[in-house]
């Protein structure tokens, strides 16, 4: 329970109503889990994509913490 946990969030694609991030999470160096996660913006009434609400940062862009 009270391992230090390093958790990675990378930004594989973003397009006008889509986004595809990768994730991983590692103890001392040691991959534990990882994964790709696709999120889409659709209209709550719709249920059609629509675009993002906010201008989203390029892909290629590196943030670091």
Same mark, same amino acid.
């Given at each position: 329970? &009270? &391992?230090?946990? &390093? ?15 990768? +994730? +991983? ?7 534990l889990a ?23 940062? &390029? ?7």
């Open positions: 329970l &009270d &391992d230090l946990l &390093d958790v990675t969030v990378e930004v594989l694609e973003g397009r006008a109503a889509t986004l595809l991030i990768a +994730q +991983q999470a590692l103890r001392a160096g040691t991959l990882e994964g790709t996660i696709r999120i889409a913006c659709v209209d709550c009434a719709s249920l059609r994509p629509r675009r993002f609400p906010i201008t989203l940062p &390029d892909p290629g862009l590196h943030a670091t913490a």
